[in-house]
């Protein structure tokens, strides 16, 4: 994510960037459980049972042309604790004009989350997840961060610092979707090394009640800033496994952040917020268009029950 590094000042419109990213991955599949169907009242009446649900996952990073040897500036990590987690976190790349490997925070921020997942205190609290591991982390630098708990009731937590997004795809539409938080145009929330940051309070948080056959597609800005809802949707419904679902999202959001002429959700939100295409452009009649360059991130879970 080629974006400033917050710092609590008065903000600048600064030109039409193109940012710049990648990933780390945790494998905790070795820290699978049995889980056991129950079925308990529900109520008002008449009594009836629910099936526990889960996550079945598939994710796939394609990191920034420039950033491939060293495997971008994104991190993430999939559970299947209880009904399953999910995480994306998003280095920010101004760091690196401070000789500062802005992927070491992202990567360590993940790798003690995926440590506190089981954590008492966390209590299936994506909100306090984010704090604890925020608080473990020693590295230097800022990222972006969402984090999504599924309880096996159907129950979805998301906690979201910045600007990742998440999806839940429900009989082919858009059933729900995050928004992303930010101080200005191209600088969204982050939590930082510094004084500066914002904290796991400054997290916008909600929950979603899911339903077997639901789809999540959770991903760095990568994919949201290059890749329409109804693309994500049209796609992700054209696969059944969520791994082939989640490469073809990733290889459309880097086709599209690569081509100039494509008109992509993020150069439509650069003309709505005052930008405008280079004087070269206007003079032939052109808008400002193009895909934004990125590290991608996409993890897509379909919902199933146990």
Known sequence: MAVPIFRASIPKFHPLIHSLFATSFIDETSK??????????????PVRCREELSFCVGTHLIPHPRKVEKGGEDAFFVSSYNGGVIAVADGVSGWAEQNVDPSLFPKELM???????????????????????????????????????????????????????????REGKVYFSTSPQEHYFDCPFQLSSQAFGQTYRDAMVCSVDLMEGDTIVMGSDGLYDNVFDHEIVSTVTGYRDVADAAKALANLASSHSLDSNFDSPYSVEARARGFEAPIWKKILGMKLTGGKPDDITVVVGQVVSL
């Open 32 to 45: 699978k459980r049995r889980m056991l169907v129950s079925c308990a009242p529900s109520e008002p009446n």
């Open 111 to 169: 790798s003690n989350a995926s440590s506190f997942v089981e954590d008492e205190e966390v209590n299936n609290n994506p909100q306090i997840l984010i704090g604890k591991a925020h608080a473990a982390t020693s590295s230097i630098g800022s990222a972006t961060v969402m984090v999504a708990m599924l309880e096996r009731n159907g129950i979805l937590k998301i906690a979201n610092v910045g600007d990742c997004g998440l999806r839940v795809i």
